[in-house]
């Protein structure tokens, strides 16, 4: 019977890489738990630095085929239907808002549900314009002008609650804009210090 003499090598490779999977597996581990407990707090955050727009909505800045346009998400009352308003930063004579339309994800969506552009609009009034509207004044009553947008939905939406849109904007049959933005809950825009206030657009 023939022995080898050389003696049995125990290599500390395998050993090594071992320790070095668990600890990026523990690193990986306390990533995912830290980005699940600041996600509320940066929505908190967003939320309070998304500007309200002149319609009670949210309002950002979006560039639109070489444009700074206005863009406003808000949610048309009592149904709580989204109406998207676009304005251009400054005045272009060029700007034709019929030639767009808009069409936007939520949830599990996988089609696009699309809002047109209202040309007819819709009387908006706040609460304050009602309280001091007298219906016996001749005069125009301080809501009645039209104001004209994309939409509404034809769904309502939850009357509570934070919704992440993925919106895009088409001209021509083709997506010249598309990104995601937040549609904030009416909590969001009351006036007690704790709405969101006029921040930096996104």
């Given amino acids: 019977m023939a022995y080898i003499d050389e003696p049995n090598?125990?290599?500390?490779?395998?050993?090594?890489?071992k320790f070095i999977l668990a600890g990026i597996g523990v690193v990986l581990f306390l990533l995912l738990v830290f980005s699940?407990?600041?996600?509320?707090?940066y929505r908190e955050f967003q939320r309070h630095r998304t500007p309200e727009g002149p319609h009670g909505g949210d309002l950002y800045t979006?560039?639109?085929?070489?444009?700074?346009?206005?863009?406003?998400?808000?949610?048309?009352?009592?149904e709580n239907r989204l109406m998207v308003f676009l304005r251009p930063a400054a005045d272009d004579p060029e700007w034709n808002p019929a030639d767009y339309r808009i069409g936007f994800r939520v949830g599990h969506m996988t089609e696009p549900h699309f809002l047109e552009?209202?040309?007819?609009?819709?009387?908006?009034a706040t609460g304050e314009d009602l309280l001091d509207f007298d219906p016996l004044d001749p005069r125009p009553a301080p809501f009645s002008s039209v104001r004209r947008f994309y939409g509404?939905?034809?769904?309502?939406f939850p009357p509570a609650g934070d919704f992440h849109l993925?919106?895009?904007?088409?001209?021509?049959?083709?997506?010249?804009?598309?990104?995601?933005?937040?549609?904030y809950g009416p909590e969001a825009h009351d006036h007690d210090g704790h709405g969101h206030g006029h921040g930096h657009s996104h």
Avoid: C, Q
């Fill in 36 to 41: 699940a407990f600041m996600e509320p707090w």
């Fill in 62 to 78: 979006i560039t639109l085929e070489n444009r700074r346009v206005g863009m406003e998400l808000a949610r048309l009352e009592p």
């Fill in 117 to 124: 552009w209202n040309e007819d609009g819709t009387i908006l």
């Fill in 9 to 17: 090598v125990i290599r500390e490779g395998g050993g090594r890489k």
């Fill in 166 to 183: 993925e919106l895009e904007i088409h001209r021509g049959g083709e997506v010249v804009w598309e990104g995601k933005r937040w549609s």
């Fill in 152 to 156: 509404p939905s034809e769904f309502s």
